[in-house]
């Protein structure tokens, strides 16, 4: 970076400062992860200098032979990587994917059936100040209360009653598995629309460790950034006969010109993904992530639902510790270990002082990191939240926790 050292040395203070954070620190938010040297390199290319409103062999502007190369590598490198029949990389990222596949499938006002926000669901997925719920009418389902999972039979109950347009199904804080086929079989009996938003799975399913909705559903949404582990982005997957109408949502419904060197690293990590060490890796995030969840509920804090199957778990801090989730974050903060306060299933408390942490193990797998290495970032987690009124404790743990973390290289950062 020495173009940027001499050209704008505040920048590239900064970016020089964010490294250290990132090498320093445990990265346990579960939807982060660190791109690959050769994602970064074609995301920092000048590719991002052309132009290209339209789609490969239709665009609004001259020049785009080699941009369509990109892109359709991008395309037929995701089909084969999920299966699916038509794909659309464009999208900016994931809520602007999504608020095309709304305009895809659905009229202003019709009824969704979404999986409720305070127990897992999106912003996208119908909270009240996003496009999703100004614009179209959300029904909620949730969890059952006692197992704290998804109960299909009320949803089939919900959705025979209300009849929506489109069912959607996906989250952004669940950590058990979703019944794709039910879900499916569900929709046909009232005639909707399938709608999956895998952002968070994405990379677990592409890596053949949990289910897909694709053979399933019409149209399927992801980012490429969480466990896809590629640049920030997002696509959308369908099948064909919903191509023509998601590729106008797309453009020029939602958006202008693609990012075209996004797509290049889209087509990078996809490229990636196709490998047998990606089935390693994604398997990997989720022994890191049940092992975590075992070494957490062994210093005994509940795990919402009582474990995991990804990469992420919901922890009850405030049922298990009185500790809020707020203040479980901050403390983490100062100890240099990244995670996010949560809503839990019917929580008594505030979103914005929840009773749960999110904490997800796809960055630290990225690292390196294995199931042993969950039990000391369980006893660093735990020590974080016992000496959470204690600054002094907390910058020892701070010391602690960057000897453990800078033995794990970050991909892309010396
Ligand atoms: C399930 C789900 N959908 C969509 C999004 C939105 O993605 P973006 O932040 O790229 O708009 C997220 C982001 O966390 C998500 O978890």
């Known amino acids: 970076m020495k173009n940027l050292k001499q050209q704008d040395p505040k920048i590239y203070e900064i970016i020089k400062r964010e490294e250290k954070r990132q090498k320093e620190g445990l990265e346990l938010i579960a939807s982060e992860n660190y791109v690959t040297p050769a994602v970064l390199e074609a995301m920092g290319s000048i590719l991002t200098n052309k132009y290209s409103e339209g789609y490969p062999g239709k665009r609004y502007y001259g020049g785009n032979e080699v941009i369509d190369q990109a892109e359709n590598l991008a395309i037929d490198r995701a089909k084969k990587l999920f299966g699916a029949e038509h794909v659309n990389v464009q999208p900016l990222s994931g809520s602007p994917a999504n608020l095309a596949v709304y305009m895809a499938l659905l009229k202003p006002g019709d009824k969704v059936l979404g999986f409720s926000l305070d127990q897992g669901g999106h912003l996208s997925h119908g909270h009240p100040l996003n496009f999703s719920g100004l614009l179209y009418t959300i029904i909620p389902y949730f969890v059952d209360k006692k197992t704290e999972e998804i109960d299909m039979d009320e949803v089939e109950r919900i959705a025979l009653k209300e009849k929506p347009k489109m069912i959607l199904a996906g989250f952004s804080a669940y950590s058990r598995s979703m019944d794709w086929k039910r879900f499916k079989q569900i929709a046909d009996k009232i005639g909707a629309f399938t709608f999956a938003d895998i952002a968070h799975i994405a990379g677990l399913i592409a890596g053949g460790q949990i289910d897909s909705p694709v ?101 009850d801090v405030f049922g298990s510790k009185g500790v809020t989730g707020k203040e479980a974050e901050h403390a983490l903060e100062i100890a240099q270990i990244s995670i996010n306060k949560n809503m839990i299933p019917f929580d008594p408390r505030k979103p914005m002082d929840p009773s749960g942490i999110r904490v997800g193990t796809p960055a630290l797998t990225t690292r390196g990191m294995k199931e042993k290495h969950m039990e000391t970032v369980a006893e660093f987690i735990d020590r974080g939240i016992k000496n959470k009124d204690s600054e002094t404790e907390l910058k020892n743990l701070r010391k602690d926790v960057k000897d453990f973390a800078i033995k794990f290289p970050v991909p892309g950062i010396k």
């Open 215 to 315: 053979p399933y559903f019409d149209v399927v949404s992801t980012t490429t950034h969480k466990t896809l582990r590629g640049p920030r982005g997002a696509m959308i997957m369908s099948k064909a006969q919903f191509a023509q109408a998601i590729n106008r949502a797309v453009f020029p419904g939602v958006q202008g010109g693609p990012h075209d060197h996004i797509n290049a690293a889209k087509a990078v990590a996809f490229g990636e993904a196709l490998k047998p060490s990606f089935k390693t890796y994604t398997a990997q995030i989720i022994k890191n992530a049940k092992s975590l969840s075992d070494a957490l509920q062994k210093r005994g804090y509940r795990i919402v639902s009582g474990g995991t199957d990804n990469h992420l778990m919901l922890v």
